[in-house]
């Protein structure tokens, strides 16, 4: 049984909040880890109501950089926060709020507001440090039934998970590890000492107070635990298994060979595989079986994000999006593994995933990821330790030796392993295309060979920045033509990911995006507001123009690639599913039919994954990843945002259901369905 902490007194807590107990100035230093290196610090000093943050982050050539200062009430919660500095990849970041005269007035990235109110109310940052976070969880474990409204909207909840022991002796703390939701996609977890004061973020870096990173490991196992356990409830509640055949009825199948939607048929599955394909509603159906009424719909193949960095909440995001497979492009060697297991054994929820081993170089902008090799012998041991482990591709980072890539891409290849991944800095997509790269990975880092002068270093911002020197790009120049022989000559793929490209040089603070307008308001408020901000300085007239001008040079690049012969592999560097989508709609932006978008998301990336023997089309025989739409893709590839039904090796998921879990509002209904009881499992029994 799960055991709880002890929360403070009532009064004590309040004392502390309110600030009745005199408090020195105090000074709180927090580690942000990377791979449990350290990338940057959260430091804090707090003097009577007013606190000043230094916020500093640097990995992989990026991260936030800015200063924050509160004025806090005597109730701890802020009547005056501002915040100067840098976003992720550089972009100026200002926000400030303040309560006043009974009004609470804000500015930030994503939005202004000015909303009366008769007491101060709790105001989300936007672009704020992680030390927020422990703000926030105070609040909302003072707040009756530990929830708070908040501002611009919504409320937080905080729920208790664990009470741990971290360090001995003078180093022993006591800590309180809660849940606290409504602030984004997934929950943050937060671990509180016994004074309420922050003293670790578990998701993400994670972030750790300064002087217990050797902690950090413990704390990570522990956040995988618990996201596990939520992850096992919602699979228990969503998933829905039949011990009966499952007929569809009255759908078009869509066939990415042909490019073409067949004649109402009827499909049915039988445990993992499609057991029979039958012309139209498929006759009486027998009284045992599931049946699901298609209405007409178009049953396709399941989609593939062929550029993923998989987390254990990514599962039902993906399958509501109806992305039954994923082809990993980097996580935590400690991680992956386990996650694959679970979801094989099925109890938790996601895509089949199809793992790259990461390998980096040491420098000063290195991904804290994977391997990171200071010789070619010891770059090539790593790449035996991932096929020891059953992988099936390498991925090469931006700090890796140019030099190594030609030998290393040969060992691997020897092993049956593909080679992909950036082009390293001060190399080009020639040379790597000619020393053994399968795919590329980025359009930019593609791009970039044409763009950048010699010694100008990828590893910074620049292989995004750089970017608005495409706006003039003669596509038919002597040196595009020249890469994209190689390509050819090679049978190099590029794993496109241009759905991350118009986020990143599209965004522009206060606006919603194109890429997630048709999404973004179902999503909780501080996702919306998240998403509507710049990753880049685009202030200046010119640098917007170059910046719209560079991305549709992405998209005339992508049209003669495929013109080419060129495999393109949609894949997004994110994990909602709703950027697959994207990716594919940008397919048909630049000028390629549905059908043939279609089939790159479906059959193209199968291929290439050497699993069109069980994927990528629907067949008989084949395992059972489908997803059902309403409409017509092929006449408006918008269709595929509204899955009805999705299945997964036969299981069925429905989208409906999913999102409303997950605070989403849903796209799309779940189609009629009639489950005999004899055909439904325990869980489904009425």
């Known amino acids: 049984m799960m055991k709880l902490a002890r929360p403070l007194p009532a009064a004590l807590l309040a004392l502390l909040l309110s600030?009745?107990?005199?408090?020195?100035?105090?000074?709180?230093?927090?580690?942000?880890?990377?791979?449990?290196?350290?990338?940057?610090?959260?430091?804090?000093?707090?003097?009577?109501?007013?606190?000043?943050?230094?916020?500093?982050?640097?990995?992989?050539?990026?991260?936030?950089?800015?200063?924050?200062?509160?004025?806090?009430?005597?109730?701890?919660?802020?009547?005056?926060?501002?915040?100067?500095?840098?976003?992720?990849?550089?972009?100026?970041?200002?926000?400030?709020?303040?309560?006043?005269?009974?009004?609470?007035?804000?500015?930030?990235q994503a939005d202004s507001g000015n909303v009366p109110s008769d007491r101060a109310p709790l105001y989300i940052g936007n672009d704020v440090s992680p030390w927020a976070l422990g703000?926030?969880?105070?609040?909302?474990?003072?707040?009756?039934?530990?929830?708070?409204?908040?501002?611009p909207g919504g409320t937080i909840q905080a729920e208790m998970l664990r009470s741990i022991s971290l360090g001995t002796g003078d180093q022993a703390v006591r800590l309180s590890i809660y849940a606290l939701t409504g602030l984004g996609l997934e929950p943050e977890l937060v671990a509180l000492d016994?004074?309420?004061?922050?003293?670790?973020?578990?998701?993400?870096?994670?972030?750790?107070?300064?002087?217990?990173?050797?902690?950090?490991?413990?704390?990570?196992?522990?956040?995988?635990?618990?996201?596990?356990?939520?992850?096992?409830?919602l699979q228990q509640r969503l998933a829905h298994d039949f011990t009966a055949p499952i007929r569809i009825r009255n759908v078009r199948v869509f066939d990415p060979a042909r490019g073409?939607?067949?004649?109402?048929?009827?499909?049915?599955?039988m445990g993992q595989r499609i057991s029979r394909i039958l012309p139209g509603d498929g006759g009486p159906a027998p009284?045992?079986?599931?049946?699901?009424?298609?209405?007409?719909?178009?049953?396709?193949?399941?989609?593939?994000?062929?550029?993923?960095?998989?987390?254990?909440?990514?599962?039902?995001?993906?399958?509501?999006?109806?992305?039954?497979?994923?082809?990993?492009?980097?996580?935590?060697?400690?991680?992956?593994?386990?996650l694959m297991?679970?979801?094989?054994?099925?109890?938790?929820?996601?895509?089949?995933?199809?793992?790259?081993?990461?390998?980096?170089?040491?420098?000063?902008?290195?991904?804290?990821?994977?391997?990171?090799?200071?010789?070619?012998?010891?770059?090539?041991?790593?790449?035996?330790?991932?096929?020891?482990?059953?992988?099936?591709?390498?991925?090469?980072?931006?700090?890796?030796?140019?030099?190594?890539?030609?030998?290393?891409?040969?060992?691997?290849?020897?092993?049956?392993?593909?080679?992909?991944?950036?082009?390293?800095?001060?190399?080009?997509?020639?040379?790597?295309?000619?020393?053994?790269?399968?795919?590329?990975?980025?359009?930019?880092?593609?791009?970039?060979?044409?763009?950048l002068q010699p010694g100008e270093d990828t590893r910074t911002p620049l292989r995004l920045t750089a970017m608005t020197r495409a706006a003039g790009l003669d596509l038919s120049s002597p040196k595009v033509r020249h890469t994209i022989e190689l390509m050819q000559q090679h049978h190099v793929a590029l794993d496109t990911t241009a759905v991350i490209l118009e986020r990143l040089m599209l965004s522009r603070a206060g606006q919603v995006a194109k890429g997630d307008a048709a999404y973004l308001d179902h999503m909780p408020i501080g996702y919306q507001r998240y998403r509507k901000r710049s990753f880049v300085n685009a202030a200046a007239p010119e640098a917007d123009r170059a910046y719209r001008e560079g991305f549709a040079k992405v998209l005339e690049t992508i049209a003669l690639l495929d013109q080419s012969g060129i495999p393109l592999l949609p894949g997004t560097d994110d994990i909602t599913g709703f950027t697959v989508q994207r990716e594919l709609e940008l397919y048909v932006e630049a000028g390629l039919s549905p059908a043939r978008a279609l089939r790159a998301g479906t059959l193209g990336a199968a291929t290439f994954l050497g699993a069109e023997r069980d994927h990528g089309n629907i067949e008989r025989g084949k395992l059972a990843d489908m997803v059902l739409i309403a409409g017509n893709p092929l006449d408006d590839i918008r269709a595929i945002r509204r899955p009805m039904m999705v299945l997964r090796a036969g299981t069925v998921y429905f989208p409906e259901e999913i999102y409303a879990a997950l605070g989403i509002r849903p796209f799309a209904a779940k189609p009629p369905m009639i489950v005999p009881p004899a055909a439904a499992s325990p869980k489904e029994q009425p």
């Open 260 to 269: 073409e939607l067949g004649p109402l048929s009827t499909v049915v599955v």
């Open 341 to 451: 297991r679970r979801i094989k054994r099925r109890e938790i929820a996601g895509p089949r995933i199809f793992p790259a081993g990461f390998i980096e170089g040491r420098s000063e902008y290195s991904m804290r990821m994977g391997f990171l090799p200071e010789t070619l012998d010891e770059a090539k041991a790593a790449v035996d330790w991932y096929a020891d482990r059953g992988y099936g591709e390498i991925k090469l980072y931006n700090s890796f030796n140019p030099d190594w890539v030609q030998p290393l891409a040969a060992h691997a290849h020897a092993l049956g392993l593909r080679v992909t991944g950036h082009v390293p800095a001060f190399s080009t997509a020639d040379r790597v295309a000619a020393e053994g790269f399968d795919s590329i990975a980025h359009i930019n880092q593609f791009m970039l060979g044409w763009l």
């Open 19 to 108: 600030g009745g107990i005199a408090q020195a100035e105090t000074r709180e230093r927090m580690t942000v880890l990377s791979n449990d290196e350290a990338v940057g610090h959260v430091e804090a000093v707090t003097d009577g109501e007013r606190v000043e943050i230094d916020y500093f982050v640097h990995n992989n050539g990026r991260g936030p950089k800015h200063r924050e200062t509160l004025t806090l009430g005597p109730d701890g919660v802020p009547l005056a926060w501002s915040l100067q500095g840098s976003s992720l990849m550089g972009a100026p970041v200002s926000e400030s709020y303040r309560f006043t005269g009974g009004h609470a007035v804000w500015q930030s």
């Open 194 to 233: 016994d004074r309420q004061r922050l003293f670790a973020v578990l998701t993400g870096g994670p972030v750790i107070r300064t002087g217990y990173e050797s902690e950090a490991p413990r704390l990570r196992a522990l956040a995988t635990e618990l996201t596990n356990q939520r992850a096992e409830r």
């Open 135 to 151: 703000l926030y969880a105070r609040r909302a474990i003072a707040a009756p039934g530990m929830q708070a409204a908040v501002l």
């Open 287 to 338: 009284a045992d079986e599931v049946i699901v009424e298609g209405q007409g719909g178009t049953l396709m193949p399941g989609l593939h994000d062929m550029h993923s960095h998989s987390t254990v909440e990514s599962g039902l995001f993906y399958l509501a999006a109806g992305v039954t497979t994923t082809r990993d492009l980097g996580n935590s060697n400690d991680f992956l593994p386990g």
